[in-house]
């Protein structure tokens, strides 16, 4: 059974660990951060993914999961505490393996930004696949993330996403033991190959 795959060996320093790269992903957006090294998470999920949802989800807060992420649910309520929202557009964060339609997310609201939803998505890989070209704030020059795993036209869906600043969804993305952040201050284009 999947809930008997451990969290964190040490809780409070793991979570300490993760919140940092996470901090610092949304505070430089595009750049790369190690998390996750040595946690065994059910399937699908990642080390660097199940890092961020055990760092950041808790009884407090809805998770959603798109269906592919289903044989983890019981893993992340488990160690999470996590109350499981059956509509996406009612959590909280949202684990995907596919990108949502982003305008189904929570975006919040103009008095209450801080309301809007936090996709956690994993992708194939960082570092390599497409590059985006990103700037905005925490970027003193338009950096380039390559990820590989995102659907034709994710410039388009963010941008839509990015015109609601100060609302919009943030997404962390996830692969394998690394993380990257694209918070929705930060304008997005696709480069050429």
Same mark, same amino acid.
């Given at each position: 059974?999947?809930?008997?795959?451990p969290g964190f060996a040490d809780p409070v320093s793991g979570a300490q660990t993760c919140f940092?790269?996470?901090?610092?992903?949304?505070?430089?957006?595009?750049?790369?951060?190690?998390?996750?090294?040595?946690?065994?998470?059910? /399937? %699908? @999920?990642?080390?660097?993914? !199940? &890092?961020?949802?055990?760092? #950041?989800?808790? +009884?407090?807060?809805? *998770? =959603? $999961?798109?269906?592919?992420?289903?044989?983890?649910?019981?893993?992340?309520?488990?160690?999470?505490? /996590? %109350? @499981?929202?059956?509509?996406? !557009? &009612?959590?909280?964060?949202? #684990?995907?393996? +596919?990108?949502?339609? *982003? =305008? $189904?997310?929570?975006?919040?609201?103009?008095?209450?930004?801080?309301?809007?939803?936090?996709?956690?998505?994993?992708?194939?890989?960082?570092?390599?696949?497409?590059?985006?070209?990103l700037a905005g704030p925490g970027l003193r020059t338009p950096a380039t993330l390559r990820v590989?795993?995102?659907?034709?036209?994710?410039?388009?869906?963010?941008?839509?996403?990015?015109?609601?600043?100060?609302?919009?969804?943030?997404?962390?993305?996830?692969?394998?033991?690394?993380?990257?952040?694209?918070?929705?201050?930060?304008?997005?284009?696709?480069?050429?190959?």
């Amino acid at each position: 059974m999947s809930i008997d795959l451990p969290g964190f060996a040490d809780p409070v320093s793991g979570a300490q660990t993760c919140f940092r790269a996470v901090l610092d992903a949304m505070a430089r957006p595009g750049s790369l951060h190690a998390a996750g090294q040595g946690l065994t998470p059910p /399937a %699908p @999920l990642d080390p660097a993914t !199940a &890092a961020v949802l055990l760092t #950041l989800v808790d +009884a407090d807060t809805t *998770l =959603a $999961t798109d269906a592919a992420c289903a044989p983890a649910r019981d893993w992340l309520v488990f160690h999470c505490g /996590a %109350p @499981l929202a059956a509509d996406p !557009a &009612a959590a909280a964060f949202v #684990l995907a393996t +596919a990108l949502p339609d *982003l =305008a $189904t997310l929570r975006a919040g609201t103009d008095e209450g930004p801080e309301e809007a939803a936090t996709l956690v998505l994993q992708v194939a890989a960082l570092g390599r696949g497409a590059a985006l070209r990103l700037a905005g704030p925490g970027l003193r020059t338009p950096a380039t993330l390559r990820v590989e795993g995102l659907p034709e036209g994710f410039a388009s869906a963010w941008a839509r996403n990015h015109a609601l600043f100060p609302r919009g969804v943030d997404i962390i993305l996830c692969a394998g033991d690394q993380l990257a952040a694209l918070p929705r201050s930060v304008a997005i284009t696709e480069e050429a190959s």
